[in-house]
């Protein structure tokens, strides 16, 4: 029996109607549209204005758009993955309501958090499912309401996170397409860089928490540029070193979309082409959990089946890592 690789067979998305330019952030903050430029290569984001709207709207949006554009019948997926940092609540896992939602009666679901690296790791998890032969259908979904733990008085923060979500299906492969090899890392030295500080077992809400603002999202964000710049690009290096993999070999970078010039700086050190580098942040900002999926959404019209694909991700705690996959369709 050949080897069970597990490659990614349809990609869905969604992104808000609203889009909030870095015009309309210049009448809430103290910016400008060519420093965020500049500095993030953002030009505008899209927010879910919709009342008692959470993330599972936006996952529910993209997992539906899969569905359609697969013609599947949501009965026959065996697990939904939700990658989010960005929960409907604190304690029910949205995921679980998702595949409810989408009809996906049959299968399991729960909920995967490592912050911008949620989709990476969870594409890791999801491979592990399909290459153990118990399961067949495994969809994983990244999104995030990042507008739900952004201060919009925040200049730090407010222009760089957006909201948005991706879903891909995995299934089984036995050509050798699919996802090849991975390195995934974390440390916990990242816990004090990008947090939100209240809301959880240590600091539980309160009227002071809500007071001081420690609901909202904090970033050291020359610290986190640092670590991220670093993280990315060695991780992608390695992988291609260890799968002999040069940068004419390269078809497509994914590279988590945080910062233009993080994306660079991990496509400069590969010495992959700017042609073969794939950037939405323009459009959408970070849209943490979803960034991965939104590129894939994005530019799946250029991919050819066999194409070699390097994902690269990087978030808080830290988590990092690349994981490198042969596109199959």
Same mark, same amino acid.
């Given at each position: 029996?050949?080897?069970?690789?597990?490659?990614?067979?349809?990609?869905?998305?969604?992104?808000?109607?609203?889009?909030?330019?870095? !015009?309309?952030?210049?009448?809430?903050?103290?910016?400008?549209?060519?420093?965020?430029?500049?500095?993030?290569?953002?030009?505008?984001?899209?927010?879910?204005?919709?009342?008692?709207?959470?993330?599972?709207?936006?996952?529910?949006?993209?997992? #539906?758009?899969?569905?359609?554009?697969?013609?599947?019948?949501?009965?026959?997926?065996?697990?939904?993955?939700?990658?989010?940092?960005?929960?409907?609540?604190?304690?029910?896992?949205?995921?679980?309501?998702? $595949?409810? !939602?989408?009809?996906?009666?049959?299968?399991?679901?729960?909920?995967?958090? %490592?912050?911008?690296?949620?989709?990476?790791?969870?594409?890791?998890?999801?491979?592990?499912?399909? #290459?153990?032969?118990?399961?067949?259908?495994?969809?994983?979904?990244?999104?995030?309401?990042?507008?739900?733990?952004?201060?919009?008085?925040?200049?730090?923060?407010?222009?760089?996170?957006?909201?948005?979500?991706?879903? %891909?299906?995995?299934?089984?492969?036995?050509?050798?397409?699919?996802? !090849?090899?991975?390195?995934?890392?974390?440390?916990?030295?990242?816990?004090?860089?990008?947090?939100?500080?209240?809301?959880?077992?240590?600091?539980?809400?309160?009227?002071?928490?809500?007071?001081?603002? #420690?609901?909202?999202?904090?970033?050291?964000?020359?610290?986190?540029?640092?670590? $991220?710049?670093?993280?990315?690009?060695?991780?992608?290096?390695?992988?291609?070193?260890? *799968?002999?993999?040069?940068?004419?070999?390269?078809?497509?970078?994914?590279?988590?979309?945080?910062?233009?010039?993080?994306?660079?700086?991990?496509?400069?050190?590969? *010495?992959?082409?700017?042609?073969?580098?794939?950037?939405?942040?323009?459009?959408?900002?970070?849209?943490?959990?979803?960034?991965?999926?939104?590129?894939?959404?994005?530019?799946?019209?250029?991919?050819?089946?066999?194409?070699?694909?390097?994902?690269?991700?990087?978030?808080?705690?830290?988590?990092?890592?690349?994981?490198?996959?042969?596109?199959?369709?």
């Amino acid at each position: 029996m050949n080897k069970i690789t597990a490659a990614i067979t349809a990609i869905g998305s969604y992104v808000p109607e609203y889009v909030l330019s870095n !015009q309309v952030l210049e009448t809430l903050v103290d910016t400008n549209d060519e420093w965020i430029t500049s500095r993030t290569g953002i030009k505008e984001r899209r927010l879910l204005k919709l009342d008692g709207e959470g993330t599972s709207y936006l996952a529910i949006k993209a997992a #539906q758009n899969l569905i359609e554009k697969a013609k599947l019948d949501p009965k026959e997926i065996d697990l939904v993955i939700m990658a989010t940092t960005t929960p409907d609540l604190p304690v029910a896992a949205t995921g679980v309501y998702v $595949a409810s !939602q989408i009809g996906a009666t049959n299968a399991f679901a729960y909920d995967l958090q %490592a912050a911008c690296s949620s989709f990476l790791f969870g594409m890791s998890t999801a491979s592990a499912y399909i #290459q153990s032969g118990k399961y067949k259908k495994v969809l994983l979904i990244g999104a995030d309401k990042m507008s739900s733990i952004i201060d919009y008085t925040d200049r730090a923060t407010c222009i760089i996170f957006g909201d948005g979500a991706g879903a %891909a299906l995995f299934e089984p492969n036995f050509e050798g397409l699919g996802l !090849q090899d991975e390195i995934l890392k974390s440390d916990g030295i990242g816990r004090e860089f990008l947090k939100i500080e209240a809301g959880g077992s240590i600091l539980p809400p309160s009227e002071e928490t809500i007071k001081n603002k #420690q609901h909202f999202v904090f970033q050291d964000g020359k610290t986190v540029f640092k670590h $991220a710049v670093s993280g990315m690009a060695d991780v992608s290096e390695k992988i291609m070193e260890r *799968n002999n993999l040069s940068h004419d070999d390269v078809n497509w970078l994914i590279a988590h979309q945080a910062n233009k010039r993080i994306i660079d700086a991990t496509a400069s050190r590969m *010495n992959v082409d700017e042609s073969k580098v794939l950037v939405n942040i323009h459009r959408y900002g970070n849209t943490t959990s979803a960034t991965l999926p939104l590129l894939l959404a994005d530019f799946e019209d250029k991919f050819k089946k066999g194409d070699n694909l390097i994902f690269a991700a990087f978030g808080g705690g830290f988590t990092w890592g690349s994981i490198y996959l042969k596109w199959a369709y």
